[in-house]
Every structure is written in C-alpha cells, then in structure tokens.
C-alpha cells in the first residue's frame, strides 16, 4: 500500500515491538477465530449505493494508514457486481495512488469499459473525500472449458510443524518498527506459517521464500468469497520478500517502504478457509524499487492464482542491516 508510518505495516511481516528479544504478538490478537472472519468477510461485502458506485466497510479499531490488499479486493468485489453472472475475474492490474485513511470511507466508481462474447473488462476508481487512492482494471471471462499445463509445485515443507508469524520471536522479522499494534494484527482472520529460520531473517541466498495461509474459521460455499479473500492475501509478504532474498533487516521508521502496484491472475478456484501455499522471489532491488512474484498453491499442488508486484524501498544509510557474510 501506497504510504509509510508506523501504523501501515502492508501486510509485509513488520512487527511491533515488546519488551524482550522473545516477544510475540499472539496476545495481540482479539476475539474468536469465527469473530475475525466475520470482519474479513464483511470488509469484502461492498454496499451499492448508486449506478455502479459503491461504498466500502472500514477496519473496525482502523488507525492510519488502510491495508492495500484490502482496497484492491474491494475494488474487485465492486466491479464484479457489475458483470454478468457467470464471468468470473481472471486477472487484475491495481496501482496504488495515495495511502488511504481509516478515518474516511471509500468511495467505489467502476466503469463498464467492455462487455464481449467472452471477456468483459471493468475500471475501479478508489477515493476518498473525491480524491483517488488506488485505480483497478480487472477482466472478466465467462466459463471455458480448455487443457491446462500449470507448473508443479515446488517440494517444500507443509503446513503442520511450521511457525506461525504471531507466534515468532519480534526482532527476527526483516523489518523492523516501534508501536501499538494494527487492527490488522488485532482482527486478523487467518494463519500465516514459515519456516522459523524465514521468520528469525535467514533466508537469505534461499531460491524462494515461503508462506502458508489459511483463514481459521469456514467462509461461506462463494467461490467469488473465495477470490476475494486471496486477494486480500495476495499483499501479504510481498515486498518484504525482497528483503529476506537477501539477508536484509530494514529500520521500518528510517527505511521507506510503499507498493507502487498489485498484479493477480487467477487460474482456477479454490478454498482458503483450507492451506494455502503463496511461493515468492524476487528477481530485483535497486534504484529505489523492488520487484516481487509469487505463486499460489493448493496443499495437493494446484496452482490457483500468479502476483507481481512492485514497490519504493529506499534504505538510507543507517536505515537497514546487511546480510552478515559467513
């Protein structure tokens, strides 16, 4: 998500900290599993309000800085309000603009740019107080029956055993900032799994990182839900990826960080109230900017949707920790 503070930590595995070196952020967390799904789920119900204009549910607690992949799933949820039953999205291109408050609603207007025989394709503008913060083309296929030779996943370790991000020691993230924590954290709806040694900054030389997600209480039989939610998810862990690639620890409050944008491509359905692989590397960092993929998985190894994304990352002198050399 376009913007920095303290408060819009992007989904990208920043921390707040404690009092030890061993704090976590489990007790951070508020309600019941079934309660924070509900919240994710209504984040992604967007209210028509006029011809193709809709209005977005806020963050319950929100403070600062409003979470990019919520803002990318419910300018999807928007658009796909205005296309015929049938045609699902198989692909959508965001940028974002400004940081978005929490304070403010957001304010949907799609625009119907294409209805064929097959694809239809919609535009998103995302603003708040009648100033954009994020613009969106999705495209629309009605349902086609073809082969498909997707890639295999890659053998890597499952889903059981592995540790949990709220569960992981705080300064071994590979971003670093101090405050109170996020409703993003307060209200989060799923788990979120590694290996520890990706968790404590050690992937560094690693061919990719990994990340197992699943939300923790069922979500409705809508495969459109289903999107959606991985969507959202979809901007988790992504730019800080370019970081653990190389060994890198970032100050979050001298480093400045921010998604510039936010590409998803969907292949086939699936379920995210069951595990998720999401894949990631990133082939570039310099010039200021990062470039960052991934792809998702089922647990049988299905390849269900692609992201790229690119991002500000600039690291002042003082601001970061290189990679230690053995």
């Known amino acids: 998500m376009q913007g920095y503070n303290k408060y819009d930590i992007d989904g990208d595995l920043v921390t707040a900290h404690g009092n030890g070196m061993n704090d976590t952020r489990r007790a951070q967390v508020s309600g019941t599993d079934a309660e924070r799904v509900g919240i994710l789920s209504r984040l992604l119900t967007v209210e028509k309000v006029a011809n193709d204009i809709f209005i977005a549910p806020r963050m319950p607690d929100g403070l600062g800085r409003i979470f990019g992949g919520q803002v990318v799933a419910q300018a999807l949820a928007a658009a796909q309000q205005t296309v015929e039953e049938g045609r699902n999205p198989h692909s959508l291109h965001a940028y974002f603009l400004r940081g978005g408050n929490e304070d403010f609603p957001i304010e949907l207007r799609v625009e119907r740019d294409f209805d064929g025989g097959s694809f239809s394709n919609r535009r998103v503008i995302a603003s708040q107080n009648g100033t954009p913060i994020l613009n969106l083309t999705a495209s629309f296929q009605r349902k086609s029956v073809a082969p498909a030779w997707p890639i295999e996943m890659p ?53 990719h990182t990994v990340l197992w997600f699943k939300v923790m209480a069922p979500m409705a039989d809508d495969p459109a839900q289903h999107r959606l939610a991985l969507t959202y998810l979809s901007d988790y862990g992504l730019l800080s990826t370019a970081l653990l690639r190389r060994g890198l620890r970032a100050k979050f409050n001298a480093a400045r960080m921010a998604s510039l944008d936010h590409a998803l491509w969907f292949h086939a359905d699936m379920r995210v109230d069951d595990w998720i692989l999401f894949v990631t590397d990133s082939p570039f960092l310099g010039s200021g900017r990062a470039l960052t993929r991934g792809h998702f998985f089922t647990r049988d190894g299905q390849l269900v949707a692609t992201a790229s994304q690119e991002g500000m990352i600039r690291l002042p002198e003082g601001s970061y920790t290189p990679p230690s050399r053995g």
Do not use: I, T
């Open 155 to 207: 053998d890597v370790p499952g889903p059981d055993g592995l540790q949990d991000e709220l569960d992981a020691p705080s300064r071994g993230h590979p971003v670093e900032y101090e405050g109170p924590a996020p409703a993003l954290v307060k209200h989060r709806a799923f788990e979120m799994r590694a290996p520890a040694a990706q968790w404590e900054g050690n992937a560094g030389g690693a061919e």
